[in-house]
């Protein structure tokens, strides 16, 4: 057996398919609209980087020497009041926050980099981001799905998404602060990624390092934050993680290791993004608009829109397979992600994203209407 065998055997067995790569003959047809295609599948930022970020980008690409693995003390410190001013996060130590190269990449390896594997259990919500599982299989740990985690014995980590990706669902106080209680009894490690916290519609969301959620004691806590949303900064792979001070600084000693290092001037713009609330609020605002139309449009096309309240997607139903309901879209020259992707409780699902341009977005609901 040739090595490229091996290769493609050994990545068979330990990953699943790319979940998008089997959409190839769907968007084929959405891209066959007389009038083009609507991309609603991904969330893709669409909209202009805020030219103070671009400048602070800019303005640090002199930068020839190897970045900083923890980041620089003015990332950390942007990070630490940016956490607090806007989503009213405190208690957070000087050395409690650590740059990732996108929270993706983050995600995908924290098991790894805490040293999961055989015989450990991860716990992903029934409906989820794929590389949740993706990342616990990467370490060969076990996946379970389920929302309600007080069913198993002692998983070595929990992960939470509050605002959720698929369905925007939103976990209140008390049911954080259930899951916390519950963990810390075990000593199990919590990851909530907060991706879309500051994303909020009909609900407001709190992030798990809130005071109200966890009493001022980020012990067990981890908080992923990306600026992919927020601040449309998708293409510059800047996110970070904060809490759990022990497990941060163990997080460090690994990725100082292999080399994982976010590029100086993607700090400096970070740094930019998290001092400045006016560009965030303007996109935030382009979001609201966006799901403004869109929603009634998938109601009056018959769909049920389910949860939503928060995040940058409609997670809607025809009560059909969620293949066919792509398909119908498809038809339309909308191109949608099949529930599927998230978890077998999506399989009557679509996940419609808000991440297009206002003239896409008015297109769509042209074809829905």
Request: overall charge negative; glycine content about 8%; aromatic content about 6%.
């Given at each position: 057996?040739?090595?490229e065998?091996?290769v493609?055997q050994r990545r068979?067995?330990?990953l699943p398919?790319?979940?998008?790569d089997?959409?190839a003959?769907v968007t084929a047809?959405?891209r066959a609209h007389?009038d083009?295609?609507?991309d609603?599948?991904v969330?893709t930022?669409?909209?202009p980087?805020?030219p103070v970020?671009?400048d602070a980008l800019?303005?640090?690409s002199?930068s020839p020497?190897?970045p900083t ?8 410190a942007s990070a630490?009041s ?7 996060i ?9 740059p990732a ?9 924290l098991?790894?980099l805490?040293?999961?594997?055989a015989?450990?259990t ?6 989820a981001y794929p ?6 299989r990467?370490a060969?740990?076990d996946v379970?799905r389920?929302d309600?985690?007080?069913q198993?014995?002692n ?5 939470l998404n ?6 925007g669902?939103?976990?209140d106080?008390d ?5 916390v ?9 919590i ?7 500051g ?9 798990v390092l809130h005071?109200?959620?966890c009493?001022g004691d980020h012990?067990?806590l ?5 600026l992919?949303?927020t601040?449309s900064l998708a293409g510059?792979?800047?996110g970070?993680?904060?809490?759990d001070?022990?497990v ?6 690994v990725?100082k ?8 001037p ?5 740094v930019?993004?998290?001092d400045?609330?006016e560009?965030?609020?303007v ?17 009056a ?8 309240e928060?995040?940058?997607?409609l997670w809607?139903?025809r009560r059909?397979a969620?293949r066919d309901t792509v398909?119908?879209l ?6 949608a992600?099949?529930?599927e992707?998230y978890?077998?409780a999506?399989d009557q699902?679509?996940?419609v ?5 206002d ?5 769509a609901v042209?074809?829905?209407?």
């Amino acid at each position: 057996m040739g090595s490229e065998s091996v290769v493609r055997q050994r990545r068979s067995a330990s990953l699943p398919e790319f979940p998008w790569d089997t959409l190839a003959d769907v968007t084929a047809l959405a891209r066959a609209h007389p009038d083009g295609i609507v991309d609603l599948s991904v969330g893709t930022p669409v909209d202009p980087v805020a030219p103070v970020i671009r400048d602070a980008l800019a303005a640090a690409s002199a930068s020839p020497g190897y970045p900083t693995t923890a980041g620089t003390p003015a990332l950390r410190a942007s990070a630490r009041s940016a956490l607090e001013r806007r989503y009213g996060i405190t208690d957070l130590a000087p050395d409690a926050v650590l740059p990732a190269i996108g929270t993706k990449e983050l995600i995908a390896w924290l098991p790894s980099l805490l040293g999961l594997g055989a015989g450990d259990t991860v716990v992903v919500p029934e409906l989820a981001y794929p590389t949740y599982e993706v990342g616990a299989r990467l370490a060969g740990a076990d996946v379970v799905r389920a929302d309600d985690v007080s069913q198993f014995g002692n998983p070595a980590l929990i992960y939470l998404n509050s605002p959720s990706n698929p369905t925007g669902r939103v976990l209140d106080v008390d049911q954080l602060r259930a899951v916390v209680a519950w963990a810390r009894e075990r000593g199990v490690l919590i990851a909530s990624d907060e991706c879309y916290l500051g994303l909020s519609w009909d609900a407001q969301p709190v992030s798990v390092l809130h005071r109200s959620v966890c009493g001022g004691d980020h012990t067990g806590l981890l908080a992923v934050h990306s600026l992919s949303k927020t601040s449309s900064l998708a293409g510059y792979r800047a996110g970070f993680v904060a809490g759990d001070p022990a497990v941060v600084a163990e997080l460090l000693a690994v990725r100082k290791h292999a080399g994982m290092m976010v590029p100086t001037p993607v700090q400096a713009a970070m740094v930019a993004a998290l001092d400045d609330d006016e560009h965030e609020a303007v996109q935030r605002e382009r979001y609201r608009q966006r799901r403004a139309v869109l929603l009634p449009a998938m109601r009056a096309a018959g769909f049920t829109v389910e949860h939503s309240e928060a995040g940058l997607y409609l997670w809607a139903t025809r009560r059909e397979a969620c293949r066919d309901t792509v398909r119908w879209l498809a038809e339309r020259g909308i191109l949608a992600a099949p529930g599927e992707f998230y978890g077998p409780a999506g399989d009557q699902y679509v996940r419609v994203a808000l991440t297009a341009t206002d003239e896409r977005i008015a297109a769509a609901v042209a074809r829905l209407s």
